[in-house]
């Protein structure tokens, strides 16, 4: 036989199998924890939101009263930051001359700083800037709360199911409207992942990353805040009860480091904004009796329900639908019922545990929270039923500046968390893998659509809230401007956002008492006719007004188009 060729024996040897990349196991597990998550919550926000998958570009997704007001904090955040360099939380393009703090504005100062690169990097619009802003809340609020529920019980399934619960929940939807500050929640559960796994692990990279989380909270809004230092308060308070954790040494010193860092980034803010309060009272808060949760709320769908028609025979009793729809959903509703008799019901026949102890510590949070969202006194389908205090009012005299808030209602938020916790660990005993458990999963998931289905949100297109003497007012010269051609406070936001003029007045939050007395001065020189002044004094050289409404003045009209009239007040050099 002919001996092979060298070549031929060559070409019989196997080849070495190629290494394995490196980079597959890494974009697995990221479509796995963030990818395929936040794909699907993102196809649930526009399926119930079809108008807004075509209006990107063209429309805010938020309403024309508090949503332009957001609008607004996005674009103040990018003009002070991006363009002039100054300190984001003083202004005075509002309230000209003097300015006035936004401390205790609900500024949501997160959703400007992501902007800032999304405009002057990647060019984004404003309108794009702030859509963003809102599909990013819906999608990665559903992604923090998956993987929480992760964490806790390891049930991928369950995890998505309890991440839609949260970011597709009635509060959210409802908010929707126009509270940016309030669609903002994704960080509360990503504050409460890192710090379960902060006291679990007692590591000093836990404690950085759980104090950042935090400083996150806080970029979002005061009330997150505050709710999220609670519950972690009382979480770590369980643990020390349960005695699962120790103060050693060594965690002392963990938790000296979570602390001090804590401290040193939310301490400032907080401490200005106590300080502000006792030294320059705030004015425009809202009466705490007003905004109170009726407990009816959490079982009857609301206002921004899809056939919210079919419940309004209670939810039009109730001030504020983006306020009061606080439904928890029928199938979130039955495991919490469910859960309640296996841990209370069957644990008193049985005397025997029926669920894990933590389960207890979200009873409690549950509790705690959903009283305290019924504000100082009980009402029920608008009625007042209960002449004594109940513990809200106790938290007001703790905490003199929760009284800036006045909306115990919003502290739903927290038990409707503690639902969702409680509820996920009831699915988790449900066996898919049955036929009688798929066909329950069915219907649970049926019903919770059925449940959560929101009605349509805004959709506010710049153009329509703009008439083209915004545009005029944008090309004359520099000077500051009093609008009062534009129909409400939340348009001229709007409308700055387009001639880029300071403003005397506007509409902020909360307002310091010495700021709104200066403000008077500038409306009372305006309203008794002493036009020199505005120039003169305040630095006001335009003046705004509907067309039917003119000023009695010889100062010029320099623009009119049959709807509204700008004057020019130019009376020296100061303005």
Request: charged share 15%; with cysteine; glycine share 6%.
């Amino acid at each position: 036989m002919a001996k092979k060729s060298k070549k031929a024996v060559r070409s019989t040897r196997k080849k070495p199998a190629p290494e394995p990349s490196r980079w597959r196991p890494m974009l697995r597990a990221f479509w796995k924890w963030f990818g395929l998550p936040g794909l699907l919550y993102l196809v649930i926000f526009f399926l119930s939101q079809p108008h807004y998958l075509t209006n990107f570009s063209s429309g805010f997704y938020l309403d024309g009263g508090d949503g332009f007001q957001n609008v607004w904090n996005i674009w103040w955040v990018n003009d002070s930051l991006a363009v002039h360099h100054n300190n984001p939380y003083f202004t005075t393009t509002l309230h000209w001359p003097h300015g006035t703090t936004l401390l205790p504005q609900t500024m949501n100062i997160i959703n400007g700083l992501i902007a800032v690169p999304l405009i002057n990097i990647f060019g984004f619009s404003l309108v794009q800037a702030t859509n963003f802003a809102v599909v990013f809340a819906f999608m990665f609020g559903g992604v923090t709360m998956f993987w929480f529920i992760q964490k806790l019980y390891s049930k991928y399934w369950v995890s998505l199911i309890a991440g839609a619960l949260f970011t597709f929940s009635t509060y959210h939807m409802a908010h929707a409207q126009g509270h940016l500050q309030l669609v903002t929640f994704e960080f509360i559960p990503l504050f409460f992942l890192a710090f379960w796994t902060f006291l679990d692990k007692v590591r000093y990279r836990y404690a950085v990353l759980a104090s950042g989380a935090l400083f996150l909270v806080l970029l979002s809004d005061y009330y997150y805040l505050f709710w999220s230092v609670i519950v972690g308060g009382m979480w770590f308070a369980w643990k020390l009860y349960r005695k699962e954790f120790k103060l050693t040494k060594q965690h002392i010193k963990v938790l000296s480091v979570f602390a001090g860092l804590s401290a040193a980034l939310i301490g400032p803010m907080l401490i200005s904004l106590t300080r502000l309060n006792n030294r320059d009272p705030l004015t425009g808060f809202h009466d705490p009796m007003v905004f109170v949760l009726d407990p009816l709320s959490v079982v009857i769908p609301g206002g921004s329900w899809y056939w919210s028609s079919l419940t309004d025979w209670h939810w039009m009793h109730l001030p504020f639908a983006a306020e009061t729809s606080v439904f928890f959903g029928y199938g979130l509703l039955t495991l919490v019922a469910i859960a309640f008799y296996k841990s209370f019901i069957v644990r008193w026949r049985t005397k025997k545990p029926t669920v894990p102890s933590d389960i207890y510590f979200w009873w409690i949070v549950l509790f705690v929270f959903g009283v305290l969202a019924l504000g100082p006194r009980l009402k029920v389908y608008a009625q007042t039923l209960d002449r004594l205090p109940l513990p809200y009012e106790l938290m007001e005299k703790l905490f003199p500046t929760l009284k800036i808030s006045g909306m115990p209602v919003r502290w739903i938020l927290v038990s409707l968390i503690a639902s969702i916790v409680i509820g996920s660990y009831v699915l988790t005993k449900l066996n898919i893998k049955t036929r009688k458990g798929q066909i329950v999963l069915a219907l649970f998931v049926l019903v919770s659509v059925v449940d959560l289905w929101p009605a349509p949100l805004p959709l506010e297109k710049p153009e329509d809230h703009t008439q083209p003497y915004v545009y005029a007012l944008k090309a004359l010269p520099n000077g500051a401007v009093i609008d009062n051609g534009a129909e409400t406070g939340g348009e001229q936001l709007l409308h700055q956002t387009i001639h880029e003029k300071p403003m005397a007045f506007g509409y902020v939050t909360r307002l310091p008492k010495s700021a709104d007395e200066k403000d008077f001065h500038i409306f009372a020189a305006l309203e008794e006719g002493r036009f020199d002044q505005l120039c003169q004094t305040y630095r006001v050289r335009y003046v705004t007004t509907p067309a039917y409404r003119p000023i009695n003045t010889t100062y010029p009209v320099i623009y009119d188009d049959d709807q509204t009239l700008i004057y020019d007040f130019k009376n020296s050099d100061n303005c």
